[in-house]
T-cell receptor
Framework: DTGVSQDPRHKITKRGQNVTFRCDPISEHNRLYWYRQTLGQGPEFLTYFQNEAQLEKSRLLSDRFSAERPKGSFSTLEIQRTEQGDSAMYLC???????????FGPGTRLTVL | GENVEQHPSTLSVQEGDSAVIKCTYSDSASNYFPWYKQELGKGPQLIIDIRSNVGEKKDQRIAVTLNKTAKHFSLHITETQPEDSAVYFCAAHSGAGSYQLTFGKGTKLSVIP
């Protein structure tokens, strides 16, 4: 069991640049979630996939954010024209269909200068 | 939407003592309540969860209680050890077709040897 993996673990970028993060869920987990966590806060839900279908999106997910899961396996989260307020830990989680338990990856720490 | 309040924000206990963290939720439709432990630089790790049809659940030194009427749930850690030091988050699952978790702001637990 390799768990949820995320890449990269750290990303430093300049304001205005685009960044993309990758998440590989636990094998055979149909559901995949993205959360954002800022310093001193709990994770906040961004979006959720059931296989390749994006079924829920938070109002936190502005039009600069886009997420995909093209083949129902790994997912990518892209942030365009990054802003300093985007600096946060981006967490990915996965779960099996029919269960509520979400398993989190180690996260990608984004710093926007 | 769901709102989860968590107290206290920080908690210090002597090794061997018990620790209790409390959370309240707002949405009476919520039916799943996990607790996560997060160590510095890592993703949240599920430690225990409870569903709304159960009042209490125990796993070795960790227990969770749920009071649906009052809409609150608590985490109890007995015989604390230094390795229990971390940030603990409660969360609630909104149910009603939504799979997002709403998290509390976290409790930083310090176990003093």
């Amino acid at each position: 069991d390799t768990g949820v993996s995320q890449d990269p673990r750290h990303k430093i970028t300049k304001r205005g640049q685009n960044v993309t993060f990758r998440c590989d869920p636990i094998s055979e987990h149909n559901r995949l979630y993205w959360y954002r966590q800022t310093l001193g806060q709990g994770p906040e839900f961004l979006t959720y996939f059931q296989n390749e279908a994006q079924l829920e999106k938070s109002r936190l997910l502005s039009d600069r954010f886009s997420a995909e899961r093209p083949k129902g396996s790994f997912s990518t989260l892209e942030i365009q024209r990054t802003e300093q307020g985007d600096s946060a830990m981006y967490l990915c989680a996965s779960s099996e269909t029919g269960t509520d338990t979400q398993y989190f990856g180690p996260g990608t720490r984004l710093t926007v200068l | 939407g769901e709102n989860v309040e968590q107290h206290p924000s920080t908690l210090s206990v002597q090794e061997g003592d018990s620790a209790v963290i409390k959370c309240t939720y707002s949405d009476s439709a919520s039916n799943y309540f996990p607790w996560y432990k997060q160590e510095l630089g890592k993703g949240p790790q599920l430690i225990i969860d409870i569903r709304s049809n159960v009042g209490e659940k125990k796993d070795q030194r960790i227990a969770v209680t749920l009071n649906k009427t009052a809409k609150h749930f608590s985490l109890h850690i007995t015989e604390t050890q230094p390795e229990d030091s971390a940030v603990y988050f409660c969360a609630a699952h909104s149910g009603a077709g939504s799979y997002q978790l709403t998290f509390g702001k976290g409790t930083k637990l310090s176990v003093i040897p």
